[in-house]
Nanobody, 117 residues
Framework: QVQLVESGGGLVQPGGSLRLSCAASGSIFSISAAGWYRQAPGKQRELVATISRAGSTNYADSAKGRFTISRDNAENTVYLQMNSLKPEDTAVYYC???????????WGQGTQVTVSS
């Protein structure tokens, strides 16, 4: 049974920073690409950033230069460092793992990020 547990969300003022964490149980982390997605009220879920098993990263245009995705394979954890946060970054952020061979995806329960003064 694979479980993804996100943490680190909260309320932050514009211009502030947050670091999201996603801890994975089970044995799939090392064979999976990882990503962060977000869903704002009334909008579709969208990609924020992804990282391959080897550490190659990809970012949505809205995240480039402000967000950094990283992973610790020894700790089965993926991170999203978010700096210079804007009100439009307000959303529920979801962690995803996708196994490379089968393409099976796993999702976390989501963590709320609210950027407001």
């Amino acid at each position: 049974q694979v479980q993804l547990v996100e943490s680190g969300g909260g309320l932050v003022q514009p211009g502030g920073s947050l670091r999201l964490s996603c801890a994975a149980s089970g044995s799939i982390f090392s064979i999976s690409a990882a990503g962060w997605y977000r869903q704002a009220p009334g909008k579709q879920r969208e990609l924020v950033a992804t990282i391959s098993r080897a550490g190659s990263t990809n970012y949505a245009d809205s995240a480039k230069g402000r967000f950094t995705i990283s992973r610790d394979n020894a700790e089965n954890t993926v991170y999203l460092q978010m700096n210079s946060l804007k009100p439009e970054d307000t959303a529920v952020y979801y962690c995803q793992l996708r196994t490379v061979v089968s393409g099976t995806t796993y999702w976390g329960q989501g963590t709320q990020v609210t950027v407001s003064s």
